[in-house]
C-alpha cells in the first residue's frame, strides 16, 4: 500500500499542516511520493565566469537550483578583483554589474530578478545607493531588502546580492 504513517512522512510536511495527517494529506503525500516530492533534488548547479570578481572564501559566485539562480553578495569590485572606490553610487554600480554579469553568465537577467538584498554600511548611503539601484531596477522593482550592518568583507561600505529566475 502506498500510504505512509505519520512516522514515514518527511518533516516537512508534518511541520507544513501543523495538524496530524489526514485522508487529504495522506493523498497528498501518495501524490509527492509519485511526483518525487519527497526527496529533495541535488541538482544544484555551480556558476560562475570571469566578468565578476572570484569569491574571496567558499562559496560560488552563483548556484541555479530548481530553476532560480541565487547570486553570491557582490562587493564594489573590478572582474580582477581590485576595489572599485569613490563614492557609494560608483560602488553600488559595481556590485550591480557583476551581479548582471554573473545573471547573464546563468543565462539570466535583471529583468529575471525577484528579490535583491543590499547591505550597507551605514544608513546615510541609503540615498545615495537607491538612485543607482533605481536605474537597474526602477521600473522591474523585485521585492528588497536594505540592511546596514557593522562592516562588509574588505571594509567596503556597500554589498548586493539577488535570487532571479533562471
Known sequence: ML????????VQFLIATRTAPTKSFQHFAIFAKSRNYSKMSTGIKQI???KAMKPVAAYSQA????GLIFVSGQIPAKADGTLVTGSIADQTTACIEGLKNILEAAGSSIAKVTKVTVFITSMDNFAEMNSVYEKYFGEHKPARSCVAVKELPKGV????EAIALA
Do not use: K
Not at 500510504?3 to 518527511?10: E, F, G, K, N, S
Open 157 to 160: 561600505p556597500v554589498e548586493v
Open 3 to 10: 500510504l505512509r504513517t505519520t512516522r514515514q512522512l518527511p
Open 63 to 66: 548556484v541555479n537550483a530548481g
Open 48 to 50: 560562475s565566469t570571469d
